[in-house]
């Protein structure tokens, strides 16, 4: 299994950011996907999460309205549109996948076990 985010990066309040999850080695269209991010000093968060065909969304209360989680199974990849970003929202962001035993997180009724090296998202002034 192998996760590769991309799309972070430094951006002033109020912008955007659209991270990418491109997933490898195992049936992506088959297996729920979610993203996660994490500051020092804090425990890592859920911030989406999606299911295979994209019927159910969940979102962290602090990004509703403000986050898209998506996913294109016909190109293995997942994403997470951010807008009207707040300095709060910095964090390294993660992409993971359902499944696996790496430091299985569990959230809104998903164990997460596959996770990518993330990317970082800054929001500043």
């Known amino acids: 299994v192998q996760l590769v985010e991309s799309g972070g990066g430094l951006v002033q309040p109020g912008g955007s950011l659209r991270l990418s999850c491109a997933a490898s080695?195992?049936?992506?269209?088959?297996?729920?996907m979610g993203w996660f991010r994490h500051t020092p000093g804090k425990e890592r968060e859920g911030v989406a999460r999606i299911t295979p065909n994209s019927t159910i969304i969940y979102y962290d209360d602090s990004v509703k309205g403000r986050f898209t989680i998506s996913r294109d199974n016909t190109k293995n990849t997942m994403y997470l549109q951010m807008d009207n970003l707040k300095p709060e929202d910095t964090a390294t962001y993660y992409c993971?996948?359902?499944?696996?035993?790496?430091?299985?997180?569990?959230?809104?009724?998903?164990?997460?076990?596959?996770w990518g090296q993330g990317t970082q998202v800054t929001v500043s002034s």
């Open positions: 993971a996948a359902v499944g696996g035993s790496s430091g299985s997180t569990y959230w809104r009724g998903q164990t997460f076990g596959y």
């Open positions: 080695g195992f049936i992506f269209s088959a297996t729920g």
